[in-house]
């Protein structure tokens, strides 16, 4: 049986189709959410250079090497870099300890530029200057940074539909209770507004996906919080402890594989009765990588080039300001 290629490796499938035609569907919305509480500053680990670097550096690095691989590999996604627990805010609602980080000329939610992974590769020697590093969530007070960063991450992913794009948040922290040091009611109060905002999100078609960070003698307890945050329980649970004791050299290997999703071939059903069936979605473990879009930059200024055409008079030489006649009336 003669199998189209292009066809193999579609998404999802459409209503109307056998296949589902992959143009903005497979579009992503992503947000990278990266906390900056000065515990991710004093926690450090081993690197493969033997060199005890951060976990702000840890975060920060996978950030900028997924933005490279997306810039070439699917250059029309969409991202944002949001950091919560911060000295100085910067969004849209104006809540406090939130800071979107953003390049000039570029909206807050859109596709990455040079310029913004440039700018972003130095952020570690700005950082304490312009933004800066404190606890959101402290005793005696109501702000809750973590509520207001999903709030934000949130309002990023507004922009298009569900149904034409997937829109995930990605959570980098090393915090696995953030309401540790809040006690009785208002920890109550606190994680339960928490957990509605991230539910509020997951209802509008937002993932929501944590990348843990962890001493090697330090795990990551996810029972704590994120566990009912993320709808983990049983299996799911257990296979997430799994991966938060993988090694800090893996975390980009981790961040890679989430970029790159998986891809429907096609869905079986088993009709075991009129009342009763079951699905199997069966996937492709390799496809194929297009190219991204070609985008012609101007070499002086380096920014993108509009194309425009005109016509010239063959005899004359002339400009040719009349639109160009598209046929010419013979016999009626």
């Known amino acids: 049986m003669d ?8 998404d999802d499938e459409d209503p109307e189709n056998e296949f589902y035609q992959e143009r903005d569907s497979t579009k992503e919305l992503l947000v990278y959410l990266v906390d900056a509480s000065p515990k991710m500053f004093s926690t450090t680990c081993p690197s493969e250079e033997h060199k005890d670097v951060t976990h702000f550096q840890i975060a920060v690095g996978c950030i900028a090497q997924s933005l490279r691989t997306q810039i070439i590999n699917r250059s029309y996604d969409e991202v944002a870099i949001c950091f919560f627990n911060t000295r100085e805010k910067k969004n849209l609602q104006d809540s406090n300890g939130v800071y979107v980080f953003n390049a000039p000329e570029r909206d807050e939610l859109d596709r990455p530029t040079a310029r913004l992974i440039k700018e972003f590769d130095s952020i570690e020697e700005s950082f304490s200057k312009e933004i800066g590093s404190k606890y959101g969530i402290s005793p005696g007070s109501r702000d809750n940074s973590l ?3 999903l709030w ?3 309002a990023l992913l507004r922009k298009g539909s569900a149904k034409t794009a997937d829109k995930r948040i990605l959570l980098f922290t090393n915090e696995d209770d953030p309401f540790g040091n809040i006690k009785g009611v208002t920890k109550m109060d606190m994680m339960r507004t928490t957990l509605q905002r991230a539910k509020d999100a997951q209802d509008l078609g937002i993932s929501i996906e944590l990348l843990p960070l962890s001493k090697p003698d330090d795990e990551f307890n996810v029972s704590l919080f994120y566990s009912e945050l993320l709808g983990l329980e049983g299996t799911n649970l257990t296979q997430f402890k799994a991966l938060v004791g993988e090694r800090f050299e893996d975390m980009k290997d981790q961040l890679r594989k989430r970029m790159f999703r998986k891809r429907k071939i096609r869905r079986i059903k088993f009709i075991i009765s009129n009342a009763m069936a079951i699905e ?3 996937y492709a473990l390799v496809r194929p990588t297009n190219p991204g879009t070609i985008t012609w930059l101007d070499s002086v200024t ?3 080039l509009k194309t425009d055409r005109s016509f010239i008079c063959a005899d004359t030489g002339a400009l040719v300001q ?3 006649k598209r046929f010419q009336t013979y016999k009626k």
Do not use: S
Not at 3 to 10: G, Q
């Open 3 to 10: 199998i189209d290629p292009d066809d193999v490796f579609r």
């Open 147 to 149: 509520y207001n960063a």
């Open 152 to 154: 934000v991450a949130q």
């Open 280 to 282: 199997v979605n069966t």
């Open 302 to 304: 380096n920014l993108p």
């Open 322 to 324: 009349e639109t160009p």
